[in-house]
């Protein structure tokens, strides 16, 4: 009698246990590394969640600021159109009114330059123009060999007359005498300008020595005559001035700073010798 079950196993159902079994251990493995992953999905949740806010902070601030840059373009388009419409409504004002603006520019021009000449505070000519006309002066001389004369004058003792009255007074004190000075003047080729400090200087073309010295006592006289005060003057209790005159007759190899140099040293020896004086290479 044969049994209803053997207890052998075929070899085709032992195979198909081994493919079961080992179905069954790779589905236990899928289970806990799927188990794995959402326990480190679980643990790092917050910190995916805090890249995903800043990545989206970060996206929200570049639209933003791309805004602002557009904004920003679209304003300097704006303002370059405005200053061509600008631009091409001056060009063609030029074009219309060419003539009175060339005028206007030109009358600008002539008070800057003019401006540029003069001492803002006595309103003579400055250093600077000086300068500029005694080397033009020197070579039209030097070609028709006349005479250039200097006269280079200092107030005597300013610094006392500026301890006294302080710097405004002195400011005004030089403007009085620039102004005694330049009416003293009867050449119009003649100039007188602020040296510097409390010396002013003036250029005579064509002078001889004998002429300066006219036009150095004309200026003294005006001096006095003005009266102005000086009570801490040693030499009279009013304001005075020393005077140095030179003349040359300029040579191609010579420098007018030759002549300069002349008037400097003649009215040093006016001061040395008592202030208050005219003093020249050939009268004294």
């Given at each position: 009698m044969t049994p209803l079950f053997s207890s052998q196993v075929s070899p085709s159902m032992g195979e198909d246990l081994k493919a079961l079994r080992a179905a069954n251990e790779a589905l236990k493995q899928e289970n806990e590394d799927l188990h794995i992953a959402l326990t480190t999905i679980a643990e790092h949740g917050d910190m995916i969640e805090a890249l995903l806010n800043d990545t989206n902070v970060k996206l929200k601030t570049e639209i933003a600021e791309r805004q602002r840059a557009e904004t920003r373009l679209q304003n300097i388009l704006d303002l370059i159109s405005r200053q061509k419409d600008d631009l091409e409504i001056i060009v063609e004002t030029i074009m219309q009114h060419g003539d009175v603006v060339d005028a206007?520019?030109?009358?600008?021009?002539?008070?800057?330059?003019?401006?540029?000449?003069?001492d803002g505070l006595t309103q003579i000519a400055n250093r600077r123009r000086f300068d500029q006309y005694l080397q033009e002066q020197w070579?039209?001389?030097?070609?028709?060999?006349?005479?250039?004369?200097?006269?280079?004058?200092?107030?005597?003792?300013?610094?006392?007359?500026?301890?006294?009255?302080?710097?405004?007074?002195?400011?005004?004190?030089?403007?009085?005498?620039?102004?005694?000075?330049?009416?003293?003047?009867?050449?119009?080729?003649?100039?007188?300008?602020?040296?510097?400090?409390?010396?002013?200087?003036?250029?005579?073309p064509n002078t001889d020595e004998l002429g300066a010295y006219q036009a150095a006592l004309r200026m003294q006289a005006t001096l006095n005559f003005l009266a102005i005060p000086h009570p801490q003057s040693p030499i009279i209790p009013q304001v005075t001035m020393s005077f140095g005159i030179a003349v040359m007759i300029p040579q191609p190899h010579q420098s007018p700073l030759e002549l300069i140099e002349e008037a400097d040293q003649l009215l040093y020896r006016a001061k040395r010798e008592g202030r208050n004086r005219i003093v020249s290479s050939g009268i004294v």
């Open positions: 206007q520019w030109r009358e600008k021009l002539v008070k800057t330059a003019e401006l540029a000449n003069l070579e039209q001389l030097a070609v028709s060999q006349d005479p250039l004369a200097m006269i280079l004058g200092d107030i005597d003792y300013f610094k006392q007359y500026n301890d006294e009255y302080g710097h405004l007074g002195g400011d005004e004190c030089l403007r009085r005498i620039a102004l005694a000075m330049s009416a003293c003047l009867r050449n119009p080729h003649d100039l007188l300008a602020r040296y510097g400090g409390e010396e002013f200087v003036v250029i005579l």
